[in-house]
């Protein structure tokens, strides 16, 4: 709040092209050392899904410049989400919130995710391992690489599925799959970023998984203010100053204002001061906690990593369920959205700065839940 009221009182709006953008600057700088990606370029926007929108213009400019080529196709998985317009929403897996083929405009997932509730076909009664990778693959080289500019992937699924982790090696297959091939690799990290999962960008849980642009959004602005930012790495930054690239569709009269910047330099603050052995140590506890909880008949599984897990329960329950949770003074967000008939669940992604006593009412509250549902 310091920080905001400082910069209120200020000035609390100067678009970028007519005041010197410096609280704006200094934004990008720490975020890129936060993210763990010093050198990279950024792009501020207003939110994530106008994050997701800059990527993906910046991948086609890029692409365009280096390697020549004439279409952009955007390559999702069946289990994603990547925003509420109507691009993001066309071609993103996550069909409940855009139930209508029609108003997809031809878009769609290209691959399925590697979680056996959208490919258990590929791995009945094996799971899905690294080689659903290669389902990338043939869906990139089914439209041509020429003809695609990026993958746009979750690097841990959000709350389409309920925080599905990939299997070890998958991401790293799909970028090798996707630099053999001469297209992007572009995480959407809106839910996930800056230590949700227990490190600055989830992809950070794996080796040889760096994708070329990261977006950000809901850790930066931590419910302060909506805000994004699109990460480009250094070394394909360059091509969007190249003459022939196309105007940068980037930035925007409100994209991440004094205002806003300042909250957020307010919440890198609060991130840079984190106990992290504390806070490592409550996902932990978070996690063995939640995993208690499975194997009898109301939780079906439990999935997630640092401060965000899924609870699976069977159909028809989720809902007395939450208002189960409710009762006992805690809210959950749902999902309702892997395999068919589709999973279901609650989200549990507990603020970064809860204690150790907030860990233990969450999950006794839940436990609590759980055990009157049955």
């Known amino acids: 709040m310091a920080r905001i ?11 970028a092209a007519v005041v010197q953008p410096h609280i704006q600057m200094e934004l990008m700088e720490r975020l890129c050392q936060a993210a763990g990606r010093p050198e990279d370029s950024v792009a501020l926007t207003t939110c994530g899904t106008l994050g997701v929108e800059v990527a993906v213009g910046l991948a086609r400019n890029i692409v365009r410049v280096r390697d020549g080529k004439r279409r952009g196709d955007i390559l999702t998985s069946s289990l994603s989400y990547h925003g509420n317009s109507v691009f993001t929403l066309g071609v993103a897996g996550n069909q409940i919130r855009n139930p209508r083929p029609e108003d997809r405009y031809g878009l769609g997932p290209a691959f399925p995710a590697p979680y056996p509730p959208t490919h258990g076909h590929a791995h009945e009664g094996h799971g899905c391992d690294a ?3 290669e389902e990338v693959a043939r869906a990139i080289d089914s439209r041509g690489a020429e003809n695609v500019a990026a993958v746009l992937i979750e690097p841990v699924n959000g709350t389409t599925g309920g925080a599905f982790v990939p299997p070890e090696g998958y991401l ?25 999962t227990g490190t600055p960008l989830a992809s950070h849980h794996w080796d040889g998984c760096e994708p070329d642009l ?44 004094p205002l806003m910047a300042a909250a957020c330099l307010g919440v890198l603050d609060e991130l840079e001061s984190l106990d992290f052995g504390a806070f490592t140590a409550r996902g932990e506890r978070l996690g063995t906690s939640l995993r208690s909880l499975s194997g009898g008949a109301q939780v079906r599984d439990v999935r997630g990593v640092g401060h965000l897990y899924g609870v699976e329960v069977p159909p028809g329950l989720l809902w007395p369920l939450m208002e189960e949770c409710e009762r006992r003074g805690v809210f959950f967000y749902p999902f309702t959205g892997a395999g068919d008939p589709r999973s279901e669940g609650l989200v549990v992604a507990p603020p970064l700065t809860s204690s150790d006593e ?4 969450l999950t006794s509250a839940l436990t609590g839940a759980v055990a009157a549902v049955s």
């Open 5 to 15: 009221e400082k910069q209120f009182s200020r000035y609390s709006f100067g678009g």
């Open 131 to 133: 080689s659903c990778a």
């Open 172 to 196: 790293r297959r799909v970028s090798e799959i996707c630099r053999e091939r001469n297209v992007l690799v572009i995480h959407d990290e809106v839910l996930t970023g800056l230590w949700r």
């Open 214 to 257: 990261v977006i950000l959004s809901k850790g930066l602005g931590a419910g302060y203010v909506g805000v994004g930012a699109v990460l480009v790495s250094p070394e394909i930054a360059p091509l969007l100053r190249h003459r022939e690239a196309d105007p940068l569709p980037a930035m925007g009269t409100m994209a991440t204002h």
């Open 358 to 361: 907030d860990i233990d009412f």
